[in-house]
Structure formats: C-alpha cells, structure tokens
C-alpha cells in the first residue's frame, strides 16, 4: 500500500491523463446494437423502406404481342379466347349470372402455360395483357428468390401488391421454380423458408383479384394445392406442319434476301419436325449469318444456308440440351444438299 502511495506521488504533472486528448472509440451499448422495436417509428420507417425497394424490383411494361399474331394449334386458341371471355365477364357471370354465390374465390384467374421451351409462353402471355388492355409485370423467380431466410416470401408479397396498385397483369416465368411441391421433410431453415413462400404464394393467389399468368418447362412439379387454384391449364405444343409453316413466314421479313422456290420453302417445313418457334428464330438468324459471311451484303441466303443451321439446332439439342438418358432424339443431318 505504501509503495502504491509512493508512486502515485513520483507521478509528474505532464504525465497525468489529457482530457483534451482524441479518445479512442469505444464498442456500442447493447441498447444501440438492438434492431429497431416492431411498431417504433424507426422500426414503421424502415419497412416503409424496404418495401419501395421492393417494389421498385417489378416494373409494368407496355405489352407489344397481340393475339392475332400468335402461332399455335386452332384448339389451343379456342382455350385462350374462353379463358379471355370469363376475364372480360366476370360481372355477368359473378353477378348476373349468380356465380358468385358458389364461387367466392372466383373472382381470380390465374392461367398456367406449359410446354416446351420456345413454344411461345411468354408471347401469348404478352398477347393476353394486350388483348385486356393491362400492362405487364414479369416476376422471374431468379428476380425474386433471394439467399435470405424470408425475403423471398416478402418479394412475392410485393409482386402482387404493384400488380394490384397498377391493375397489371403479373407473368411468372419458371413457374415450377415458385409452384413446387412443399416439403415435407424438413431439416434446416433453408427448407422451411421454402415451404413458407408456398404459403405466401397460395394466399396471394386466393386474394388476387386480377389476373395471373405462370409459364413453365416442367408442370408436372407443380404443388397439387397451386393446380386446383389455376383456372385454365393450357398447353403449348410443340407446332405441326401448318404451325411450322406459318412460323417460317412470320419469321423471314420482306427485306431479308431469300431466294427459295415454293418446293424449298415446303423442305423447311418438314425438316423442323420437332422443333419449336424459338428454335426456327435462332435457325433464320444463323442461316442468313452465314449467307453474310460467305457473300457479304450482296448475299442471298438459300436452302443449303437454312439447312446447314438446321442441322446445327437439332446437334445442339441432342448433344447438349437433352438429357443423357433421354430415348428422344431429334434426326439431324438427313437429306442435307451437297452431303
């Protein structure tokens, strides 16, 4: 105690503390560490925050696809235009026509495309906006999913509030991404954030007085609760003859150099048996490519030019987007001018 005393004493002046001196910063309160209260101003304020963020991630387009310029099956059609007439009915049907009174949920139609990719989901959910006269919000899952454990419920939480604010048509594209079977198994956080945005999704659907529309490759992994709230399951096939022949018109502008007869434009039809619209887009474009390469802009771009990038779309999809068990093949390099 004496020797503390001591050299408290021997202590000068100049190396006392200096309260003028910066202080270093120290670590905050656990009462400034906590999140804001639920109900705070602070707490209402940041909400109101993250939900304009998020709804600033949908945007409502002007729809450019109309339904007259849609190529598939006659009774493919006959569906949209039934589904389109309860749409454009429903005070006939719900009021007038006494629906209402069986139907409480009625009011909503949600439609579901499905087929394979390229068979012109995304346009005819375009064509039916249009044909409604509604703006268009695509919600893409890779847009809405989030790595966050209950952010991707509250994106689709918004996603229909900005539909519902803005009277637009909202198009889910990748559908089974967002319509999947829920888990039953469940065996960290991860699964039951999923199962919970499932949840979301069916009581957004159940509420949603407009129109939904989802588009998918695989319907067969839809949750069974999600099918019996859909309206109209409409399928888009792959085109038949008269479907591929319109397509290849549709797709080959007046200005494009094309020198083929009447029997040549009749070879392309057969040759893109089991192919989609998208994948005739793709072929036109690589075919006039090539043309372009070969001749420059005085090009004329023939049969053999349309044949050689037939051949390259059928082999991309044997080789690369099939599956390695898949029995289904695609015939490619049959009958090919100058082989």
């Known amino acids: 105690m004496e020797n503390d005393r001591r050299l408290s004493a021997n202590v000068s002046r100049d190396e006392a503390p200096r309260f003028d001196e910066p202080v270093q910063a120290v670590a905050p309160t656990v009462e400034e560490r906590v999140e804001p209260v639920i109900g705070s101003p602070r707490y209402k304020e940041a909400d109101a925050e993250s939900m304009a963020k998020r709804l600033g991630m949908f945007v409502v387009e002007a729809p450019r696809g109309r339904l007259k310029d849609l190529v598939v099956p006659e009774s493919t059609l006959r569906q949209l235009k039934s589904l389109l007439t309860k749409i454009k009915y429903q005070h006939v049907l719900y009021e007038d026509f006494g629906l209402g009174e069986i139907d409480p949920y009625g009011r909503r139609t949600a439609i579901n495309l499905y087929g394979p990719p390229g068979t012109g989901k995304s346009f005819a959910g375009d064509a039916i ?46 559908a089974d991404s967002i319509l999947g079977r829920r888990l039953s198994n469940i065996t960290q956080s991860s699964d039951h954030a999923v199962n919970v945005s499932r949840s979301v999704m069916l009581l957004e659907l159940d509420h949603f007085p407009g129109v939904t529309v989802f588009a998918t490759n695989l319907a067969s992994n839809y949750d069974t609760a999600f099918i019996r709230r859909i309206l109209g399951h409409i399928e888009m096939p792959l085109p038949d003859a008269d479907c591929r ?76 987007g099939a599956p390695k068990n898949s029995n289904a093949r695609i015939t490619a390099g049959v009958g090919r001018t100058g082989e």
């Not at 790595?147 to 048509?169: C, P």
């Not at 048996?273 to 005739?280: R, T, Y």
Request: with cysteine; hydrophobic share 45%.
């Open 245 to 320: 022949s319109r397509l290849w018109r549709r797709h080959i502008p007046g200005r494009l150099p094309v020198q083929l007869n009447d029997g040549e434009w009749g070879r392309l039809v057969s040759e893109t048996e089991g192919l989609a619209g998208g994948d005739i887009l793709n072929i036109v474009v690589y075919a006039t490519a090539i043309a372009l390469e070969r001749e420059g802009v005085a090009c004329r771009i023939t049969l053999n030019d349309f044949l050689l990038a037939i051949d390259a779309s059928k082999r991309a999809k044997q080789e690369v």
């Open 129 to 174: 906006a249009n044909e409604l006269g509604m703006g268009m919000i695509r919600a893409n899952y890779a847009e809405i999913e989030s790595k966050y454990v209950g952010e991707t419920a509250k994106n689709i939480k918004a996603a229909f509030q900005k539909a519902r604010a803005t009277n637009a048509l909202l198009f889910f594209d990748e």
